[in-house]
């Protein structure tokens, strides 16, 4: 039996990589910083998974697969190549998979997931049984972010950061947009925007291009997206907001492309509950908890926007986790306009920050930490608050919206659990 190893076996990506060579029969070991959800749910599918890295983990291994946050210097990774062990990041693994498969990816600044989610839905209804690799859990899969098929069909999301998509060798790829982000490793927008044009030259001539209409990338197979069916799918989601209209949209499209009939598709997208931590809701005998994952501008206004769409009348509390100094730094001014307005349109009644999620190994020393939630606080005339104190802001029959890419889901959980324990 073949033996595989995963280092940060806990992140999202390499979890379901690691559920997929269990499938298949490898033995699966692997080590994450620390414990979690996701661990404890491998190790119940039969991973051996241990706490901390260290080289004398690494013993005999037909191959090694390592997180985009590992660096050079890790005592595993290190370990491995001296004993002339394959290793091989998650973005280059799972591209050597898409060349497998008829892979479908799915790209994007924002909407990735949610429409990676959806796809994935109108493909299995239609019967096509995928192979799903999601970067958040799918209730409708389990609350898992893998799914194992046996057909040919390969679904995944492919990520921009520090280009990894660029491992990928997709049939079909899905744009939904493309924005400032990651600046910390593009620079600019415009090198942002070539990164994207290298990912579609990956397709070859038979492939297709399924984009937004304001995504200025040519390819011969081109289907653009807009807001024409929007009457059709406003009629059968239940998740609310324009973005995940969107989003519905190029899922759509891209089952089309597939040859899926329009009724299995929107008979799907009506099943639809939303992904974990993407406008996922719940209702507490005192208020109502949204926890999202927004952590860009542009993610920040579609989710308040939807927020108030659904709750015209409650009073809305956002409680903030900016994710890394160094977006906070670039994208500062962009923050600190859509909360403005924001509050100013109503879209939200209060505005708490907490401090910020700072990413180790991705985060500098110097003057992007003096763009920190004190100075964000300032500009937006918001309020600070710290875990311990958020619950005695609450009044009562508010909705509150948890919202960023750091550990915020945690306190969220802390909230869920005090909650409940007093309703009882």
């Given amino acids: 039996m073949k033996k595989i190893y995963f280092i940060g076996i806990g992140g999202i990506g390499v979890s379901a990589l690691a559920k997929f060579y269990l499938e298949r029969n490898w033995r699966v070991f692997g080590s994450d910083a620390c414990q979690s959800a996701i661990t404890d749910d491998l190790k119940k599918k039969g991973a051996e998974v241990l706490i901390g890295q260290k080289e ?13 946050a590992v660096k050079e210097d890790n005592p595993e990774l290190k370990r491995a190549r001296e004993k002339g062990i394959k290793a091989l990041s998650y973005p280059r693994a799972l591209g050597e998979l898409t060349k497998e498969y008829f892979t479908v990816a799915v790209s994007g600044t924002h909407g990735k997931s949610t429409t990676t989610a959806m796809l994935a839905l109108i493909l299995i209804k239609a019967g096509l049984d995928p192979t799903i690799i999601v970067g958040t859990k799918l209730k409708e899969l389990g609350d898992s972010n893998y799914r194992g098929g046996k057909s040919k069909y390969l679904v995944i999301e492919a990520c921009e950061h520090e280009a990894s998509f660029l491992n990928y060798w997709p049939r079909i790829i899905v744009i939904t947009n493309i924005e400032t982000d990651h600046l910390d490793y593009y620079g600019n927008l415009e090198n942002i925007k070539k990164s994207f044009k290298e990912f579609v030259s990956h397709l070859k001539e038979e492939g297709v291009l399924i984009k937004r209409d304001d995504v200025e990338i040519d390819f011969p197979n081109t289907t653009e997206f807009s807001l024409k069916d929007k009457e059709a799918l406003n009629n059968v989601l239940k998740v609310p907001g324009e973005h995940n209209v969107l989003n519905a949209l190029a899922a759509l499209k891209t089952a089309r492309a597939l040859g899926i009939d329009d009724k299995v598709s929107l008979e799907a997208l009506s099943r639809y509950g939303g992904c974990w931590r993407r406008f996922e809701i719940t209702e507490l005998p005192d208020f109502i908890l949204i926890d999202d994952y927004a952590h860009h501008p542009t993610e920040i206004e579609a989710t308040l926007k939807a927020a108030r769409e659904k709750y015209l009348n409650k009073k809305i509390y956002c409680v903030f986790q900016p994710h890394q100094y160094q977006r906070t730094q670039l994208l500062f ?68 919206i948890m919202m960023g890419a750091g550990d915020i889901y945690n306190l969220s959980e802390e909230l869920k659990n005090t909650c409940i324990v007093q309703g009882n």
Avoid: Q, W
Wanted: aromatic share 6%; glycine share 8%.
């Fill in 56 to 68: 004398e983990n690494i013993k005999d291994f037909d191959l090694v697969i390592f997180s985009p």
């Fill in 333 to 400: 001014n962009d923050f600190v306009a859509v909360f403005k307005n924001s509050l100013k349109e109503g879209l939200i009644d209060k505005l708490l920050l907490l401090d910020v999620y700072d990413v180790k190994g991705r985060e500098g020393s110097g003057e992007e930490r003096e763009h920190d939630s004190a100075k964000l606080a300032e500009a937006v005339k918001a309020g600070r608050i710290d875990a311990k104190s958020l619950r005695k802001e609450l009044e009562g029959g508010e909705v509150v």
